[in-house]
């Protein structure tokens, strides 16, 4: 089993800056991707950002320019820099990690998730 920490989160200004950090722990033989998503209230949750255990990095058009994703492979640790935010980036933030096990199968984990509010 892996568990997914996310501590931070938080009330953040218009236009400033908030850092999210997701640390992964148990049993795993190789992490694989990790990602942020995010769930806005009466939408559904939505795919944020992603990096590769290589380092490659994507984001959503949404995001793009504003948010880094960043890992630490040696901490299993994800972050998730977040500049310049807006009200609609309010929601509950997901960390997520692709995990390949000791047996060979892929498996999927989730964090509990982390509220972040974008509000004067």
């Known amino acids: 089993q892996v568990q997914l920490a996310e501590p931070g989160g938080g009330l953040a200004q218009p236009g400033g800056p908030l850092r999210l950090s997701c640390a992964a722990s148990?049993?795993?033989?190789?992490?694989?991707?990790m990602g942020w998503y995010r769930q806005a209230p009466g939408k559904q949750r939505e795919w944020v950002a992603s990096?590769?255990?290589?380092?490659?990095?994507n984001y959503a058009d949404s995001v793009k320019g504003r948010f880094t994703i960043s890992r630490d492979n040696a901490k299993n640790t994800v972050y998730l820099q977040m500049n310049s935010l807006k009200p609609e980036d309010t929601a509950v933030y997901y960390c997520?990690?692709?995990?390949?096990?000791?047996?060979?199968?892929?498996?999927?984990?989730w964090g509990q998730g982390t509220q972040v509010t974008v509000s004067s």
């Open positions: 990096t590769t255990s290589g380092g490659s990095t």
């Open positions: 997520n990690a692709i995990v390949t096990t000791y047996s060979g199968t892929i498996q999927t984990y």
């Open positions: 148990g049993r795993t033989f190789r992490i694989n991707d």
